[in-house]
């Protein structure tokens, strides 16, 4: 994977200096999450999604999930919010989709169902092990992670999602009332576990796509981000959510 990306790279600066690689707001083609050369050749959405006998009716997920239970190495945020543990397979939001890859613990082809018929193998056995920049949450470990599956202070009050509620210690005014007016995405929980995109009053939470747009559909830099990677201004990604 990183050899080839390194090729591709080469070859773009060679033939085309001045035009960016699968550049971010363009699309899935080109970029890391495009697989389709994979498997002998597959579609863009097959390693995620697909029609029939999806993993989960959610989503139409496609990619099998991991089983690692996931937990930070402390129990709270400053603010006193305390860290969420859940479980790989059945956590609803879109934060175990993501780490159904990157946790090191799923190939990135184990699939179920493609072309009419379930793979036997999978069909790109890489995996984001341990020392690979890629890997998020090796061995279901998410100490030193932003937090994810958590409240967000929407409309700068505390919000509970995922089972937990905003800390005391939270300053309202160092929250950004309503992000997704920002390109952030948030998402709300029912209190049944049930998530969905789109704020919620009191039930808004973050997710790994808060930040990242897998699709790279809304991404506006490097890395899917949903806010530049530099900058002081409420462009950069973390003024987009932070009042600091
Ligand atoms: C690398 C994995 C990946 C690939 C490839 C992918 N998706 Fe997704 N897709 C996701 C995830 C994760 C979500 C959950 C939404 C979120 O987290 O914002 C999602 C959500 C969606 C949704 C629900 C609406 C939304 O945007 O939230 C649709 C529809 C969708 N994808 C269609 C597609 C189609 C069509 C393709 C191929 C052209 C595709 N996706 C390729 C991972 C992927
Ligand atoms: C089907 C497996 C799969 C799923 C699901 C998946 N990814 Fe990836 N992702 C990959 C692979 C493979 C790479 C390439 C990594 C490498 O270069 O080693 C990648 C790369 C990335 C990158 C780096 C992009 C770059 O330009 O350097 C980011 C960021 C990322 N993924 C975030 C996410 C997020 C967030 C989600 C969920 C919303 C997600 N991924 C879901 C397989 C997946
Ligand atoms: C608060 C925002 C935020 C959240 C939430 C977030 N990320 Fe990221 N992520 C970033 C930024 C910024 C980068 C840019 C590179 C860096 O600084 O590591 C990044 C980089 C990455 C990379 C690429 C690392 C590399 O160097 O190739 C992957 C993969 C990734 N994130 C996956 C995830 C996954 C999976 C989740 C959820 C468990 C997640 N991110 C949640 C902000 C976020
Ligand atoms: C989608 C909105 C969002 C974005 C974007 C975002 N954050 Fe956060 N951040 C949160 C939430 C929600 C919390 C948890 C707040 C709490 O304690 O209840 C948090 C917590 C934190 C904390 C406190 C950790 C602790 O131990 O108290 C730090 C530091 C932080 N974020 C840094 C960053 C940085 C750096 C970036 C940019 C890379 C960033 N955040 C981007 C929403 C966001």
């Given at each position: 994977m990183k050899t080839l990306k390194f090729l591709f790279s080469l070859a773009a600066v060679a033939l085309a200096p001045a035009v960016a690689w699968a550049a971010p707001g363009?699309?899935?083609?080109g970029t890391d999450h495009d697989f389709s050369s994979k498997g002998g050749g597959v579609g863009v959405c097959t390693f995620c999604h697909t029609p029939h006998k999806a993993l989960s009716t959610l989503l139409l997920w496609n990619h099998k999930l991991s089983t690692n239970n996931f937990a930070w190495d402390v129990p709270s945020t400053t603010a006193g919010t305390k860290y969420p543990t859940f479980k790989g397979d059945t956590y609803k939001g879109p934060t175990a989709k993501?780490?159904?890859?990157?946790d090191g613990s799923v190939a990135v082809g184990d699939i179920a169902w493609w072309n009419g018929g379930a793979p036997l193998a999978p069909l790109d056995n890489t995996q984001h092990g341990a020392g690979d920049a890629a890997n998020v949450g090796l061995g279901g470990n998410m100490a030193g992670n932003?937090?994810?599956?958590?409240?967000?202070?929407?409309?700068?009050?505390?919000n509970t999602y995922n089972l937990v509620t905003t800390g005391s210690g939270f300053?309202?005014?160092?929250?950004?009332?309503d992000p997704t007016t920002n390109n952030i995405r948030l998402f709300n929980d029912d209190g049944a576990g049930n998530i969905?995109?789109?704020p919620v009053v009191a039930k808004?939470?973050?997710?790994c796509s808060s930040c990242h747009d897998p699709h790279n559909k809304a991404?506006?830099?490097d890395f899917?981000?949903?806010?530049?990677?530099?900058?002081n201004d409420t462009a950069y990604l973390c003024l987009r959510c932070h009042i600091k």
């Open positions: 363009s699309g899935l083609a993501c780490l159904s890859c990157h932003h937090p994810v599956a958590m409240p967000y202070p929407y409309q700068q009050v505390k300053t309202s005014t160092e929250w950004v009332n969905t995109a789109g808004a939470g973050v997710e991404s506006v830099d899917f981000l949903r806010g530049n990677l530099k900058g």
